[in-house]
């Protein structure tokens, strides 16, 4: 039982709209017992909206949980039974009022590992075209264009806090660089 951990209790303490909260209890590996909150969520998406010059789309959104507006990529949480690659579509389309022909999965990230169970799936998406946001009710938004190349420099000087933000830029600038290979899911738009 090395580097793992058994529940031997679970109670569910909240069930909002984006959240499960539980109270868990574990074995350890030496047998002792040790308490774990979770947070159980259904996870989400981002995505890297890329033109042919090389200019992202961002949106700046306030956030609650530090009062104030943060840049940050494209992103949304996947309803229950959703498939992922349609979440991004969906998003794209309120945020920033954009299509794309080409749809590239750029990897998983876990946000916050010690108690939430998120999983982000993390897209570029490219050939992009226009046609009017479809924000939800309630959701309020600037859309921000600007070069790749600006925004790794926000990342690398702190101006970029968001987590899943930073890393999608970063991922998606070695993609372009020529530094990785490509994994496309064309959609043929």
Known sequence: MHLQEKTIDSKEIYNGKIIKVYSDTVELENGSTAPRELVVHSGGVCVVPLTED???????????????????????????????????????????????????????????????????????????EFDGQKLDEGEFLDVVKMPLEKAVEMVMNGEIRDAKTQIAI?????????YYGKFEYNLNV
């Open 170 to 178: 970063l991922k998606a600038d070695k993609i372009v660089s020529g």
């Open 54 to 128: 090389m200019q992202i789309y961002l949106v700046k959104q306030f956030r609650y949980p530090f009062k104030t507006a943060l840049l940050e990529v494209p992103a949304g949480k996947v309803e229950i039974g959703e498939i992922r690659p349609a979440a991004i579509l969906r998003e794209l389309k309120e945020e920033i009022g954009a299509t794309c022909r080409t749809l590239e999965c750029l990897g998983k990230c876990y946000p916050t590992v010690a108690y939430d169970s998120e999983i982000i799936d993390i897209y570029m998406a490219t050939g992009l």
